[in-house]
């Protein structure tokens, strides 16, 4: 699977982005805030096109608070893209991730399909449906 993003907690969306920009990343269009999932939303981009996505949970009931609050700042999880997000889901079932979001549209890529599973060797992963060969 193709890495689409890593998803990174910061305790305050701007002075997030402003870390980021500090080790010469780049803004990739405003702040989305994604009232489904309670979480504010920046994406920045280093020079060789990494993608990393900024997460803000700014309420306490938001899907992502318990891990917010259990990690901190820094890395949660990884995002691949896929071309069928059910169909990877069932495989992905069979190397032992289990499903902790069902997929649901992401304001914050264009409304398209992510969903997320957790592995206990691996962590949390996010699946992006893209709908083209990876
Ligand atoms: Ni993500």
């Known amino acids: 699977m193709k890495l689409?993003?890593?998803?990174?907690?910061?305790?305050?969306?701007?002075k997030g982005v402003e870390?980021?920009?500090a080790l010469g990343f780049r803004r990739e269009g405003d702040?989305?805030?994604d009232t489904y999932r309670?979480?504010?939303?920046?994406?920045?981009?280093?020079?060789?096109?990494?993608l990393v996505e900024l997460v803000h949970p700014y309420d306490k009931s938001s899907v992502a608070y318990g891990l917010f609050r259990k990690y901190?700042?820094?890395?949660?999880?990884?995002?691949?893209?896929?071309?069928?997000?059910q169909k990877s889901i069932i495989e992905l079932r069979k190397e032992h991730y289990v499903i902790?979001?069902?997929?649901?549209?992401?304001?914050?890529?264009?409304g398209k399909m992510v969903a997320f599973l957790i592995n206990s060797k691996v962590g949390m992963i996010e699946l992006l449906e893209t709908g083209e060969e990876g």
């Open 4 to 14: 689409h993003h890593i998803g990174w907690f910061v305790s305050d969306i701007h």
């Open 19 to 21: 870390a980021f920009k």
């Open 31 to 33: 702040i989305v805030i």
């Open 38 to 50: 309670k979480i504010e939303i920046c994406f920045v981009y280093s020079k060789d096109g990494g």
């Open 72 to 85: 901190g700042g820094g890395v949660y999880h990884c995002c691949y893209e896929v071309q069928d997000i």
């Open 100 to 110: 902790c979001e069902e997929p649901h549209s992401a304001i914050a890529i264009d």
